[in-house]
C-alpha cells in the first residue's frame, strides 16, 4: 500500500492526522489557537517560556478542556543571557534613553527601573512533565538529562529545535525524538544553542537536506512555509513534517494584537529583518521604523530578557495609540503569503492542496 504525504514519522510519533505543527509562539499563543489547531488533526503549540509555572498548569488544564487531541507545550532551556543578573540601572537607563522619544510620542510614561526576577526553566519543565503532556517542545538548547528521561518515561515525546545541523545532532544525541529545523527566513527567535545566531543563519532549504543526511530522528522543516507548495518543498527535501508560525500569528485565534496581524495581512511585510533590539536576542520581525531605528547605531541593548521586559514600556502606549510603525512585528520572511482566512478553512485547503498533484494552492 502506498503511503500518502502525512503519514510520516512525524505524524506517528506525535499521534496526529498532517505532520502540520503550529509553532509556538511565544507570548503571542493563545490556548484556542493551540486546540484548534490540534483538533483539525494537526499539532497546536503554546508559547509559554515567559509564564510562572501556575500560569502554565492553568493554560494546560484549559487546553485540555478544548482538545483530546495531542498538543505541545514550549518552553526555552536558555532563559536569560549572561550579565542579565548583574545589569544595572544605569545600563537601563542608557537603554531607556533609546525608546524616550518613541515612548513620548505613542503618550506612554518614562520607564521605571526594577528588580530583575528570573523564570527558570526547571520549574517550568516540572509541571510539563507532572501534567504529562503530550508533546513537550523547546528551544534555545537541551534540557537536562534526567528531564529527557523523565519525558520518556511519560511517554511524553520530545520535540527540540536546530538552527545548525551540528545543533540537530547534539539532540539527536541526548535522545529527542523529533528535530526541527529553523532556517532563518523563520518570524521570530533565532534559538541558536552551540554558536551565536548570528553564525547559524542557514536557510530553510540548505538546512533541512543536510539535517535529514545527518541524524536518524524524523526533521520537521521551518521558516519560511506559508502554504502547500512550502510543504511539498520540505517533503521533498526529506523533512517528515512542517513548522509553521507567521501563518497563525495571522489568525484571529492567535494572541497577536489586530494590529499586528494587519500588518502581516496587508502586504506591509514584505521587508523583514533581524534586529536584537526587540528582546536582547535576535529574532525577526517586520522592518518598520522601530526596528529601523533599533538597528542604528546608539546605546547597548539590555541582555535578554531585560531588553525584552524594557520594550513592553512602548509596546503598550503604541498598540493603544494605534502605533504599529512603534511595535515590534514580528514575522518572517513569507509572512506576505498568509491570506485573511478562518483557521479551520485555511487548514483545510492546506491539506486539500496537499492532496492535489499539481501542488498549487488554491488562490
Ligand atoms: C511571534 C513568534 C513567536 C515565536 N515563539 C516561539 C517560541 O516561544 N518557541 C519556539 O520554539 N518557537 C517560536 N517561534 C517560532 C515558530 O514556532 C516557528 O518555528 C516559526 O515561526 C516558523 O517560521 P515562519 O515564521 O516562517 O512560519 C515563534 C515565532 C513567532 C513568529
Known amino acids: 500500500m502506498t503511503r500518502t504525504w502525512n503519514q510520516t514519522r512525524v505524524s506517528e510519533v506525535l499521534g496526529i492526522e498532517y505532520p502540520i505543527i503550529q509553532g509556538p509562539l511565544g507570548g503571542l499563543s493563545s490556548q484556542k489557537l493551540t486546540a484548534g489547531v490540534s483538533n483539525f488533526g494537526g499539532l497546536g503549540s503554546f508559547g509559554a517560556h515567559g509564564l510562572e509555572p501556575s500560569a502554565i498548569a492553568d493554560i494546560i488544564a484549559e487546553i485540555r478542556s478544548l482538545t483530546t487531541k495531542p498538543f505541545a507545550m514550549n518552553l526555552w532551556v536558555s532563559m536569560e543571557d549572561e550579565g ?35 523564570l527558570r526553566f526547571e520549574d517550568q519543565a516540572r509541571i510539563l512533565l507532572d501534567a504529562k503532556v503530550p508533546v513537550f517542545s ?12 523523565e519525558a520518556k518515561r511519560q511517554s511524553i515525546a520530545t520535540v527540540g529545535t536546530a538552527t545548525t545541523v551540528d545543533e540537530a545532532k547534539a539532540l539527536e544525541d541526548a535522545g529527542v ?39 536518524r530522528i524524523p526533521v520537521v ?40 496581524r494587519q500588518a502581516i ?6 521587508h523583514t529583518a533581524l534586529t536584537r533590539g526587540f528582546t536582547g536576542r535576535l529574532a525577526r520581525g517586520i522592518k518598520n521604523e522601530l526596528l529601523t531605528e533599533l538597528e542604528k547605531p546608539g546605546p547597548e541593548f539590555l541582555p535578554y530578557p531585560l531588553q525584552r521586559t524594557l520594550m513592553k514600556n512602548l509596546a503598550l502606549p503604541a498598540q493603544k495609540a494605534g502605533r504599529a510603525d512603534l511595535l515590534a512585528l514580528w514575522a518572517g520572511q513569507s509572512a506576505n503569503l498568509a491570506r485573511p482566512s478562518d483557521l479551520q478553512h485555511f487548514l483545510a485547503s492546506l491539506v486539500e492542496d496537499m492532496f492535489k498533484t499539481d501542488g498549487l494552492p488554491n488562490r
Open 177 to 215: 525524538d523529533i528535530v526541527v529545523a529553523s532556517g532563518f527566513e523563520a518570524g521570530g527567535h533565532r534559538g541558536s544553542f552551540l554558536k551565536s545566531s548570528e553564525d547559524s543563519l542557514t536557510g530553510t532549504i540548505s538546512l533541512v537536506p543536510q539535517t535529514v543526511d545527518a541524524v
Open 84 to 118: 542579565a543578573r548583574f545589569s544595572d540601572e544605569a545600563a537601563f537607563r542608557r537603554a531607556a534613553s533609546r525608546l524616550a522619544p518613541h515612548i513620548a510620542e505613542a503618550g506612554g510614561t518614562p520607564p521605571i527601573f526594577a528588580p530583575y526576577r528570573p
Open 265 to 270: 495581512l496587508s502586504g506591509q511585510a514584505r
Open 221 to 260: 522543516a521551518a521558516g519560511g512555509i506559508a502554504d502547500a507548495r512550502g510543504i511539498k518543498a520540505a517533503l521533498a527535501l526529506g523533512a517528515e513534517g512542517v513548522q509553521m508560525g507567521t501563518v497563525f500569528l495571522a489568525a484571529e485565534e492567535s494572541g497577536a494584537h489586530p494590529l499586528h
Open 138 to 149: 523547546f528551544l534555545y538548547g537541551i534540557p537536562a538529562e534526567e528531564i529527557l528521561v
